[in-house]
């Protein structure tokens, strides 16, 4: 990131190198590429030629080239993924755009979701929520969402297990 804001790249430069970031992540998960990163035969340079022959053909940014022979070349390989994370969440961030995941205990139509956001709007002023759906039946009936660091539990689980709390004490 900091490389690309050192040369005052445009925020389609960061996405472009965000994309490749994330493509070379899911390079990395594939079991047969996994096997390679302990394999003392092989330098840091060979990994980088083999995960690119393995990405689609598209041009990887030379920022995230260095980055991924820094990374590979101090042993790090297994933060790849968190390193995908933050970046995205550093893009994100200064598109004023927050990422809401959402735990449903039951499947949510279109509407409700749009609804749920708009009552959301109010908690994240000058925010624009990304929602991330899924369901957990182990809510019971609700929903649990999280932005950023912050948990909003709304499900029967919780006011379950508060009450729980309650009586116990």
């Known amino acids: 990131y900091q490389a ?3 040369r005052h790249a445009s925020v389609e430069e960061h996405k472009a190198a965000l994309e490749a970031v994330e493509k ?3 390079v990395i998960a594939m079991p047969e590429i996994a096997q390679v990163f302990g394999d003392p035969k092989l330098s840091s340079e060979q990994i980088i030629d083999l995960i690119h022959s393995v990405l689609p053909e598209s041009e990887t940014p030379k920022e995230v080239n260095n980055l991924l022979s820094v990374v590979l070349k101090n042993g790090r390989i297994a933060a790849w993924s968190s390193i995908a994370d933050d970046y995205r969440q550093l893009i994100n961030s200064a598109e004023g755009i927050a990422e809401a995941y959402i735990e449903s ?6 509407s409700e979701i749009e ?4 009552a959301l709007a109010r ?3 000058n925010k624009k929520l990304v929602p991330h759906v899924t369901i957990n039946r182990d809510l019971i009936g609700g929903v649990r969402i999280r932005v950023g660091d912050q948990v909003l539990d709304g499900s029967i689980s919780a006011r379950l297990e508060q009450m729980k709390t309650a009586l116990t004490a």
């Not at 609804?115 to 708009?118: E, F, I, T």
């Open 4 to 6: 690309l804001e050192d």
């Open 24 to 26: 070379i992540s899911k």
């Open 105 to 110: 205990a039951f499947e949510m139509s279109s």
């Open 115 to 118: 609804d749920l956001l708009k």
């Open 123 to 125: 908690h994240f002023p």
